[in-house]
């Protein structure tokens, strides 16, 4: 069954440092990636998505993910945090074009 | 243009009651879909519509739940006889292609509507 696990529950860094979220997925082929980040009482906010090409890719606020096959890891990156980068973080697979299926998610916490 | 809306925003049932839960996609979306949030967890699938239809609802919980879009826009998630573990966040997204279009998959999603059932 398809599955998307993030390691870290919760993550504290500290402003200005960098940042790595970690996403592992389960799937027979490789599907569509995406990350996306849910402030409390918000919905969720799409940062970066990945489907074919680069595995590099650069989304909104600085973030940045990089996909690697061999890993089955689609790691988001962030140089330098802001404080407002404090939210919950979820990276999900696409099922091409069906549901999603998100991992628990990381809460970043950033210290003054 | 205006994003997905959801409504209400809160709701307190208590035990046993029925509720409705509405959804209003992005103008033109074809695709809609319902998930559902506990605490501290990820999103988790409910079910799918491609327009009118009702492609997949593998991921409701029980017959309690029923999803429908009977015009292809508008989407209401009715829960019967609630329960205290329907409490959760019900987040609805819409995506402007379908599954078999060969697009971005992209979906956008509204804002939730936070469920307690006491």
């Known amino acids: 069954a398809q599955s998307v696990t993030q390691p870290d529950i919760h993550i504290t860094v500290s402003e200005g440092a960098s940042l790595e979220l970690r996403c592992n997925y389960s799937?027979?082929?490789?599907?569509?990636l995406f990350w996306y980040v849910q402030s409390p009482g918000q919905g969720l906010q799409l940062l970066l998505k990945?489907?074919?090409?680069?595995?590099l890719v650069q989304g909104i606020k600085g973030f940045e993910a990089e996909f690697k096959r061999s890993q089955s890891s689609f790691n988001l990156r962030k140089p330098s945090v802001h404080w407002s980068d404090a939210a919950e973080y979820f990276c999900?697979?696409?099922?091409?074009?069906?549901?999603?299926?998100f991992g628990p998610g990381t809460r970043l916490s950033v210290l003054p | 243009g205006a994003g997905v809306s959801q409504s209400p925003r809160y709701k307190v049932a208590k035990r046993g009651q029925d509720v409705a839960l509405r959804c209003d996609p992005i103008?033109?979306?074809?695709?809609l879909f319902w998930y559902q949030q506990a605490l501290g967890q990820g999103p988790e699938f409910l079910t799918y519509f491609q327009n009118e239809a009702q492609l997949d609802k593998s991921g409701l919980p029980s017959d309690r739940f029923f999803a429908e879009r009977p015009e292809g826009s508008v989407s209401t998630l009715k829960i019967q006889r609630t329960q205290q573990e329907d409490s959760a966040v019900y987040l609805c997204a819409s995506s402007l292609q379908g599954a078999l279009a060969g697009s971005s998959y992209e979906q956008y999603f509204g804002p939730g509507t936070r469920l307690t059932v006491t």
């Open positions: 103008s033109g979306h074809v695709s």
């Open positions: 999900a697979v696409n099922n091409y074009g069906q549901n999603f299926v």
């Open positions: 799937y027979g082929a490789t599907p569509y």
């Open positions: 990945y489907f074919s090409g680069d595995t």
